[in-house]
């Protein structure tokens, strides 16, 4: 759906292939609990006719993945207006400062940085033997429920969850 300033619903699901009477009653509920101005009932209009509900979860434009609390239409075009009006006029390395300082962004510590770096060229050695265990363990689980033994090795193991082991790895 087009508005004026933003595009919403492209890509998003649509339950209903043309608007029913619950989204209206749903409409007429929202603008009595809300004060929208004439764009934004429109936008509330237009949106309910593409068999949107009035409730449904919006993501903003700026901001990625879903936000908490989650917004409805109106909350997330209100937001991408007020963002949209704060950007204007900024530079591009403003506008990413700005978006990351309002979403708490931090940038990465150059100590974790380096860190991070040797964990990735250490060699897996380590990692070769775990996953090879891993991989028995999935495979005897796996017979043991394709041979219906699934519940009483469960007990057994919970019986012995606490046990010592009689050797080291």
């Given at each position: 759906?087009?508005?004026?300033?933003?595009?919403?619903g492209?890509?998003?699901?649509?339950?209903?292939?043309?608007?029913?009477?619950?989204?209206w009653?749903?409409?007429?509920?929202?603008?009595?609990?809300?004060?929208?101005?004439k764009?934004?009932?429109?936008?509330?209009?237009?949106?309910?006719k593409?068999?949107?509900?009035?409730?449904?979860?919006?993501?903003?434009?700026?901001?990625?993945?879903?936000?908490?609390?989650?917004?409805?239409?109106?909350?997330?075009?209100?937001?991408d207006?007020?963002?949209?009006d704060?950007?204007?006029?900024?530079?591009?390395?403003?506008?990413?400062?700005?978006?990351?300082?309002?979403?708490?962004?931090?940038?990465?510590?150059?100590?974790?940085l380096?860190i991070?770096?040797m964990?990735?060229?250490?060699?897996?050695?380590?990692?070769d033997?775990?996953?090879?265990?891993?991989?028995?363990?999935?495979?005897?689980?796996?017979?043991?429920?394709?041979?219906?033994?699934?519940?009483?090795?469960?007990?057994?193991?919970?019986?012995?969850?606490?046990?010592?082991?009689?050797?080291?790895?």
């Amino acid at each position: 759906m087009r508005n004026n300033r933003f595009v919403y619903g492209e890509g998003q699901y649509s339950y209903a292939k043309r608007p029913q009477p619950e989204l209206w009653d749903e409409y007429r509920e929202y603008i009595v609990k809300n004060k929208l101005d004439k764009n934004e009932r429109k936008l509330l209009r237009d949106w309910i006719k593409d068999g949107h509900s009035v409730y449904e979860i919006v993501e903003s434009r700026y901001l990625p993945g879903p936000a908490y609390p989650p917004m409805d239409l109106i909350d997330a075009y209100r937001l991408d207006c007020s963002i949209s009006d704060d950007i204007e006029g900024m530079t591009k390395e403003e506008k990413e400062r700005y978006l990351k300082e309002m979403t708490g962004w931090k940038e990465a510590d150059p100590a974790n940085l380096t860190i991070e770096k040797m964990r990735r060229s250490t060699p897996e050695i380590r990692e070769d033997p775990v996953r090879r265990l891993k991989r028995e363990l999935f495979n005897l689980w796996h017979f043991v429920w394709r041979e219906g033994l699934g519940d009483e090795a469960r007990e057994f193991v919970e019986e012995r969850k606490d046990d010592e082991i009689p050797f080291e790895w």
